[in-house]
């Protein structure tokens, strides 16, 4: 069966850092397109970055550019999104995606096939 979840999520003061973990269970992380996609209350969910299946080419949002970045620990079937400089506009819940089709980055959610159940970040003092 396979299944992604997330964890690392949490209150953060503004400029803190947090690291977000998607740990894959019935495939192999590594031989697919993998996302961080992101949904504030009120807004749609929107791509933060990808890593690609076949060169590992990445992706980033504007918004995180610079901030963010986002890699895998094939030994362990992870893919992290370290997350430093965090703003109050960061806070959203945090989904990690799996494309099994895509060849390179992905920043389309309705192309994703498998989804976690998400974690909560909040940036606030």
């Known amino acids: 069966q396979v299944q992604l979840v997330e964890s690392g999520g949490g209150l953060v003061q503004p400029g803190g850092s947090l690291r977000l973990s998607c740990a894959g269970s019935g495939f192999t992380l590594e031989y697919n397109t993998i996302g961080w996609f992101r949904q504030a209350p009120g807004k749609e969910r929107e791509v933060v970055a990808c890593?690609?299946?076949?060169?590992?080419?990445?992706y980033y949002a504007d918004s995180v550019k610079g901030r963010f970045t986002i890699s895998r620990d094939n030994a362990k079937n992870t893919v992290f999104l370290q997350m430093n400089r965090l703003k109050p506009e960061d806070t959203a819940v945090y989904y990690c995606?799996?494309?099994?089709?895509?060849?390179?980055?992905?920043?389309?959610?309705?192309?994703?096939?498998?989804w976690g159940q998400g974690t909560q970040v909040t940036v606030s003092s």
């Open positions: 890593i690609s299946s076949s060169d590992s080419s990445t």
């Open positions: 995606g799996a494309d099994i089709e895509a060849m390179g980055t992905s920043m389309i959610s309705d192309e994703y096939n498998y």
